[in-house]
């Protein structure tokens, strides 16, 4: 966790290098010395990742190394406050004391002097800490390797219907020699599934030979190879005095006379798998391979062409079941107690290792009484993490297995409340503003935190709640148990500190070892009003239900209380005016508010490190007066209203070019004129609110609409014609503009309210890189929808909101690709048309409150798909069908 601290120190103190450098002119020299300091640390850090975990002394290092860098990073942000605010004073023409800030210099490089000093004291020091680690033994404390689990197979519960289906690809299917991959989280039951598996009649009846073996994070292969011939009892004296290939020669001999299976269980790594894989020939007499994996990239690995079984968490009533067998045995759960334990199962949240943990913890009481049990479902993962070698410590492997980057964005996930629905694109931001994430040459911050939250689901660390139209990750969360292993982590790490109940005694003390991170989940008003006091805080997230209003007198708590904050969101409170006092913390990089405002001051543009600004306010309009075109580092702007944007002054037009800028959530049409948009050359998203016949409207040969064209990175486009408070019917469009005026990369197309006629829609059609189109209510008017052939040919999603549609004709040819069809309330579709029956590519209809003719005909499209595949021998690729209500 030092690696993150030192990391982000440096990437800060050379932003200011580079971009700041007048703020500290007097110190600069000093700072530049101590970024070669912290080079050097960073290094050692890198070099001593492996062995961290298993030598307390390098442990004890790193905590100091965290703590220097800490202080480092207080002590340079501090002065950067005080410079800035000694800069604006001076700018606005107020007396500057020339004597107070000689002396204030003067303070700040003793201050990076004993910086210096403990850095070298430090760096010294570590080489006796090596040499120290070199001679003793590792702590058994931090040790990877462990033993194979031992499994219960009796009072097995919710894997009757996993282990058929895992049985049925065993002993089904192709002769040749396939791998069939179990993948889900730690705890979850993957070995156990495996060994009922391995030990059913059917599967002992059908293959002859059957061997299993453990692997681990740590494993020998050698010793896999004995183990497996050991287990199909071949194992020889002779053997033991062979080296690993030689084994595995030996064994690939004998597997190949006759069919086997055999179980690989708990592979951690692609590498592992290709170490093992050669000893297992393919004999085309049906031979299978079983693996179990923790990470889906191992399972594509060993079988790419045949998805994994993904291992599914209990249900609630399963899990209730599964507790009273741990619990009593053969006998019953006591009437009294029934409403507490299945609060308790519902609390282990399907994790069938939890819920074994806990029914341990149940069991050895002789006395069940009800307030032992009360006791247990008030705080049951708390009750799980007691057991020294049990959940905690299973869920652990998999923390300890990812690389040290992310390590930190993984901790990062105990920010959010229990039970929490993260929104992604929330999630990637803060990851970015807080540092978290790495430059990779020329890629996007925001792409290379999407690759980490894909690594992380991967692993099954983080669980896939939504998905977007186009696949890619819309809300995740994360196990209950996971998230207290974070908890348990960041507190450790003094990473962050969750605040959540009654509060009593907000006042957060000077201490260097405080935490950097406050989340507040309850009672946030309350926690305000005690005029809570954090120096070192460096984010102030709030997660509270309850959007109350905050009374004018605790606005300024923000900057008096954190006046080194870099996050701030306070989303949870409404605010009656934007609080201007923020514009003093300017190390801020992500501000989300709400509130009852029409204006975003000019002020704001003074926060120079701002990358996101979110603001929900109960106005339809913003007028955005910040001028964010003198923002270096700003990224993303997401307003509920229609903002209105002013462009940079004419003076200074043709250096303000904003390539950071990504993100424009909801921006008025008379906000889209060339000076605006030519300065956003890197934009990717859109969102246009408002009269969209001023954007259409063509004057002297060309219409706002136009300078979209020059948006060659936009790839989503919301165009939502609002014409409060007359009637949305007032301002229907008359047509599109042509299809080579729309950004040439666009991906992704919204229209609502825009009440075209069907046979513009021939124009969308020709959109060369389209693959999601989401026409929500009255997007369309008309009856019927012919659509043109050669349209469409990348689309992937349609979605059909609203509408009069009553005949919709079109076939395969139409929408070659469609993956995916959503109609909602399209109550007078007579039905989907048959000739899509015929699109090869689509998985998915859903249907939400359609006619219920409508409704039988997809029925009918989804009959005629599983002939056609049965008869011509294709598996696995049924058409889904989700219709609401389900008795239509």
């Known amino acids: 966790m030092a690696d993150p601290a030192v990391g982000f120190l440096l990437e800060n103190l050379k932003q200011l290098l580079v971009y700041n450098v007048d703020l500290i002119s007097g110190v600069k020299k000093q700072v530049e010395s101590l970024c070669t300091d912290f080079d050097l640390m960073q290094a050692f850090l890198k070099d001593s990742n492996e062995k961290r975990s298993e030598y307390e002394t390098l442990r004890v290092l790193v905590r100091k190394i965290r703590d220097v860098a800490y202080e480092a990073e207080d002590i340079i942000d501090t002065f950067v406050v005080n410079a800035a605010v000694q800069k604006a004073r001076s700018t606005m023409g107020k007396i500057v004391h020339a004597v107070d800030y000689t002396l204030t210099l003067r303070s700040v490089a003793k201050d990076i002097e004993e910086i210096k000093a403990k850095v070298k004291e430090i760096y010294d020091h570590k080489i006796f800490g090596i040499e120290v680690l070199q001679s003793s033994e590792p702590s058994k404390k931090g040790s990877s390797k462990r033993k194979a689990p031992v499994v219960e197979e009796h009072n097995v519960v919710g894997f009757d219907d996993e282990a058929k289906m895992v049985i049925e690809r065993l002993t089904e299917g192709p002769q040749d020699l396939e791998v069939v991959s179990v993948v889900g989280m730690g705890g979850l039951g993957k070995t156990t599934l495996a060994r009922k598996v391995y030990t059913d009649p059917s599967i002992e009846y059908h293959f002859c030979v059957r061997?299993?073996?453990?692997?681990?994070?740590?494993?020998?292969?050698?010793?896999?190879?004995?183990?497996?011939?050991?287990?199909?009892?071949?194992?020889?004296?002779?053997?033991?005095?062979?080296?690993?290939?030689?084994?595995?020669?030996?064994?690939?001999?004998?597997?190949?006379?006759?069919?086997?299976?055999?179980?690989?269980?708990?592979?951690?790594?692609?590498?592992?798998?290709?170490?093992?894989?050669?000893?297992?020939?393919?004999?085309?007499?049906?031979?299978?391979?079983?693996?179990?994996?923790?990470?889906?990239?191992?399972?594509?690995?060993?079988?790419?062409?045949?998805?994994?079984?993904?291992?599914?968490?209990?249900?609630?009533?399963?899990?209730?079941?599964?507790?009273?067998?741990?619990?009593?045995?053969?006998?019953?759960?006591?009437?009294?107690?029934?409403?507490?334990?299945?609060?308790?199962?519902?609390?282990?949240?399907?994790?069938?290792?939890?819920?074994?943990?806990?029914?341990?913890?149940?069991?050895?009481?002789?006395?069940?009484?009800?307030?032992?049990?009360?006791?247990?479902?008030?705080?049951?993962?708390?009750?799980?993490?007691?057991?020294?070698?049990?959940?905690?410590?299973?869920?652990?492997?998999?923390?300890?297995?990812?690389?040290?980057?992310?390590?930190?964005?993984?901790?990062?996930?105990?920010?959010?409340?229990?039970?929490?629905?993260?929104?992604?694109?929330?999630?990637?931001?803060?990851?970015?503003?807080?540092?978290?994430?790495?430059?990779?040459?020329?890629?996007?911050?925001?792409?290379?935190?999407?690759?980490?939250?894909?690594?992380?689901?991967?692993?099954?660390?983080?669980?896939?709640?939504?998905?977007?139209?186009?696949?890619?990750?819309?809300?995740?969360?994360?196990?209950?148990?996971?998230?207290?292993?974070?908890?348990?982590?960041?507190?450790?790490?003094?990473?962050?500190?969750?605040?959540?109940?009654?509060?009593?005694?907000?006042?957060?003390?000077?201490?260097?070892?405080?935490?950097?991170?406050?989340?507040?989940?309850?009672?946030?008003?309350?926690?305000?009003?005690?005029?809570?006091?954090?120096?070192?805080?460096?984010?102030?997230?709030?997660?509270?239900?309850?959007?109350?209003?905050?009374?004018?007198?605790?606005?300024?708590?923000?900057?008096?209380?954190?006046?080194?904050?870099?996050?701030?969101?306070?989303?949870?409170?409404?605010?009656?005016?934007?609080?201007?006092?923020?514009?003093?913390?300017?190390?801020l990089r992500y501000i989300a508010l709400f509130g009852k405002f029409k204006v975003v001051p000019s002020t704001i543009s003074n926060l120079w490190n701002l990358q996101t600004l979110i603001v929900e306010t109960t106005s339809r309009d913003l007028d955005i007066q910040a001028d964010i075109w003198k923002m270096l580092w700003f990224r993303h702007l997401y307003t509920s209203g229609s903002s209105r944007l002013h462009g940079p002054p004419a003076k200074t037009r043709k250096d303000m070019v904003r390539r950071n800028i990504q993100t424009i959530s909801t921006v008025s049409p008379d906000s889209c004129t060339d000076i605006i948009l030519a300065r956003t050359p890197n934009l990717k998203k859109l969102g246009i609110r408002g009269k969209l016949v001023a954007l259409m409207e063509e004057k002297a040969g060309s219409s706002m609409f136009d300078n979209l064209s020059k948006l060659d990175q936009l790839e989503t486009l919301k165009l939502l014609n609002d014409t409060f408070p007359r009637p949305p019917l007032e301002g229907k469009l008359s047509g599109l503009p042509q299809w080579y005026k729309f950004p040439r990369n666009l991906k992704k197309l919204t229209l609502s309210d825009t009440f075209l006629d069907w046979e513009h829609m021939s124009m969308l059609g020709k959109l060369p890189n389209l693959e999601v189109l989401k026409l929500k209510d009255f997007a369309f008017k008309g009856q019927r929808w012919v659509p043109l052939h050669g349209g469409f040919r990348l689309l992937k999603v349609l979605q059909l909101g609203r509408t009069d549609l009553v005949h919709w004709e079109a076939s395969g040819h139409h929408f070659p690709r469609l993956q995916r069809i959503i109609l909602r309330h399209c109550i007078n579709l007579e039905a989907i048309p048959f000739g899509l029956a015929d699109v090869s590519a689509l998985q998915i209809m859903e249907l939400y409150c359609t006619s219920s003719s409508a409704a039988m005909s997809a029925r009918f499209i989804q009959q005629e798909r599983k002939e056609k595949q049965q008869e011509q021998g294709i598996i696995n690729n049924e058409l889904k069908l989700l219709i609401y209500p389900p008795d239509w």
Not at 399 to 416: A, M, S
Not at 447 to 461: G, H, K
């Open 211 to 587: 061997a299993w073996t453990y692997v681990s994070q740590v494993y020998d292969r050698r010793e896999i190879f004995l183990g497996i011939l050991n287990s199909l009892n071949l194992l020889t004296d002779q053997m033991y005095k062979m080296n690993d290939e030689r084994l595995r020669e030996e064994l690939c001999t004998q597997l190949k006379n006759g069919k086997f299976l055999i179980v690989i269980d708990d592979v951690w790594t692609k590498e592992a798998w290709e170490d093992l894989k050669t000893a297992f020939p393919n004999s085309n007499n049906g031979s299978r391979i079983l693996l179990t994996s923790r990470i889906t990239e191992v399972a594509l690995r060993a079988n790419h062409i045949s998805p994994p079984h993904y291992l599914r968490f209990l249900t609630d009533d399963e899990s209730w079941e599964l507790l009273c067998r741990k619990v009593f045995q053969r006998g019953s759960c006591p009437s009294e107690l029934e409403d507490l334990g299945k609060k308790i199962a519902k609390k282990c949240y399907g994790l069938p290792l939890a819920i074994v943990v806990v029914a341990g913890l149940l069991s050895i009481r002789k006395d069940k009484t009800r307030d032992w049990w009360n006791r247990v479902a008030e705080s049951v993962s708390r009750y799980a993490a007691k057991d020294p070698e049990g959940c905690m410590e299973v869920l652990a492997l998999s923390y300890k297995h990812l690389p040290h980057h992310l390590r930190v964005c993984f901790i990062y996930f105990g920010i959010f409340p229990e039970d929490f629905e993260i929104p992604v694109w929330k999630l990637l931001h803060l990851w970015v503003a807080e540092g978290l994430v790495q430059q990779k040459e020329q890629e996007w911050l925001e792409d290379t935190a999407e690759e980490y939250l894909e690594y992380l689901v991967d692993r099954n660390l983080v669980l896939v709640e939504k998905r977007r139209l186009n696949g890619r990750i819309k809300t995740c969360r994360i196990h209950d148990m996971l998230r207290d292993l974070c908890l348990r982590e960041a507190t450790e790490e003094n990473f962050l500190k969750e605040i959540k109940g009654n509060v009593q005694s907000p006042s957060l003390t000077p201490d260097p070892n405080h935490p950097r991170r406050l989340c507040i989940h309850s009672q946030v008003l309350d926690y305000i009003s005690l005029k809570p006091s954090g120096p070192r805080v460096r984010s102030f997230l709030c997660f509270a239900s309850e959007e109350r209003e905050l009374p004018r007198e605790y606005t300024p708590f923000i900057h008096e209380a954190f006046k080194l904050i870099r996050v701030l969101d306070i989303r949870s409170v409404s605010l009656s005016r934007f609080p201007s006092e923020i514009i003093q913390l300017v190390h």
